[in-house]
């Protein structure tokens, strides 16, 4: 049975006599990363699928018997179920940043030469695929790092990093249990990093997630600037993703939003 999956990734119930079991293959290869992702937050507590095993690039998980809440149910307690997740999440302390598959010693150096390489790495794909011009791409990173220079000063412990928590990555079950799904973007990194794709893709409801997760030593003073700076390293990210996938609106969504950073 094929089960509600994501853009690139396939995501099918199976049963085994009176056992189910999910099985995941992702067309990016990037379930190792998942898998990494997903033992460190369940040793930590966090709710999220056990990993059963994972071979040849496919990872085979437990079945968490919850659906995606719709939003016109969505209440106060969810909410704060919601931010007690993420704060779970974030209390994962790490000494390391960048990708779980090959992380750097942290340092503030090694995070922002890992937030460069990756909005490199989104500008340097829509200029291959011309969907803006060599200089265009130039004047980007050079528009970002002029803003990152002026940033206040920011202090945070490194933490495990979704990446991308919104409402299709949560399960609720019948007993109003939260599971936390879809690890595959996983990093090392600013727990910050972590509300920026909920503010994007439900914007109208973000106000509240933040009121409930109020975790002050990430909403510190400062953190409105440092989000805008991770903002634009998620929208290069995604518009690269949607023109690989073909969903070209979508793409010119975030474009229009990169150029009005700049």
């Known amino acids: 049975v094929k089960l509600a999956g994501g853009e690139s990734s396939s995501v099918i119930l199976k049963k085994l006599g ?16 998942e898998q990494i992702a997903l033992k460190i937050a369940k040793k930590s507590g966090v709710p999220v699928p056990a990993v059963l095993s994972y071979k040849d690039g496919y990872l085979q998980l437990e079945f968490v018997d919850g659906k995606n809440i719709k939003k016109a149910n969505l209440s106060d307690l969810f909410f704060k179920n919601l931010g007690i997740v993420l ?6 302390k790490v000494s390391k940043v960048g990708d779980l598959t090959s992380p750097k010693k942290f340092s503030g150096k090694n995070w922002f030469d890992f937030l460069e390489a990756r909005l490199n790495r989104g500008i340097n794909y829509l ?3 011309k969907k803006i011009a060599k200089g265009e791409g130039k004047i980007f990173l050079d528009c970002w790092i002029a803003q990152s220079r002026k940033l206040p000063k920011r202090s945070f412990r490194p933490t495990l990093v979704h990446n991308d928590v ?5 399960l609720m079950t019948k ?9 595959e973007d996983a990093f090392y990194g600013d727990p910050l990093y972590d509300l920026i794709p909920f503010s994007d893709f439900h914007p109208r409801l973000f106000p509240k997630l933040k009121k409930y997760y109020n975790d002050k030593t990430v909403l510190s003073n400062g953190w409105q600037e440092w989000f805008e700076i991770y903002e634009f390293i998620h929208w290069v990210s995604l518009g690269s993703f949607y ?9 010119h969504r975030y474009l229009s939003k990169i150029l009005n950073f700049c």
């Open 127 to 129: 200029t291959h695929k």
């Open 18 to 33: 009176s056992n189910k079991f999910v099985l995941k293959h992702s067309v990016r290869n990037n379930l190792k990363r």
């Open 166 to 170: 919104h409402l299709d990555n949560v």
């Open 87 to 92: 704060k779970k999440l974030h209390s994962i």
């Open 175 to 183: 007993n109003g249990k939260l599971y936390l799904i879809d690890f």
């Open 243 to 251: 023109v690989d996938i073909g969903k070209q609106k979508n793409y």
